[in-house]
C-alpha cells in the first residue's frame, strides 16, 4: 500500500516519530540529547509548533505537536538533517542517521490527543528504563504536568 502524500494531511496535530537507520542509537549519551533538544526548541519556535509530549529513546523519539501541514513537514526534515550532520560530525561517522523518512500521524479528537501524549509519555515505562514517566530526563514529563 503507497504511503499517504503529506501534502493530504490537514493542518492540526500530529504524532511525530523518526528511528535509526537499523533501529541503531541515535543519541550515545547525554550531549546528544541535549543537542536534539536544542535542535528541537529551535524548529519549535522557527516553525510555530505548539508541543504537547515529545520523548527520546535510545534509538527513536516521538513528538506530538500542532502545525501546519508545512511546517511540520520541513521542521522534521530540517531537525532529522541537522541533526544527523552535528551526530556524524561528532562521532566521526558518515551516512544515514534515521531510517527512512519520519512518520506521522493525524490526530483528529481531543481522547486521541490525550491517549497520543499519555502514550509518548509512557514509553520509557513500558520499555523498562524507569518505573514512573517524570523519571525519564529525556521527555516533557519533567517539564510539564503529566495527564492523569
Partial sequence: MPRILRTTL??????????????????????DCRSFLDLFASAVRRHGWDVYAFCLM??????????T???????????????????????????????GRFASWVIETDEHLYDACRYVLDNP???G?????????????????RPA
Fill in 69 to 99: 501541514r508545512a511546517e511540520l513537514s520541513g521542521g522534521v526534515q530540517r531537525l532529522n538533517g541537522v541533526y544527523a550532520q552535528r551526530f556524524n560530525r561528532r562521532h566521526g561517522r558518515w551516512g544515514h542517521l534515521f531510517g
Fill in 10 to 31: 490537514p493542518d492540526g496535530y500530529f504524532h511525530v516519530t523518526a528511528r535509526g537507520v537499523e533501529q541503531r542509537a541515535i543519541y550515545l549519551d547525554r550531549e
Fill in 129 to 145: 528504563l524507569c518505573e514512573r514517566p517524570e523519571e525519564w530526563p529525556w521527555s516533557s514529563s519533567r517539564w510539564g504536568r
Fill in 58 to 67: 535510545g534509538n527513536h523519539y516521538h513528538l506530538v505537536i500542532e502545525a
Fill in 125 to 127: 515505562v513500558r520499555a
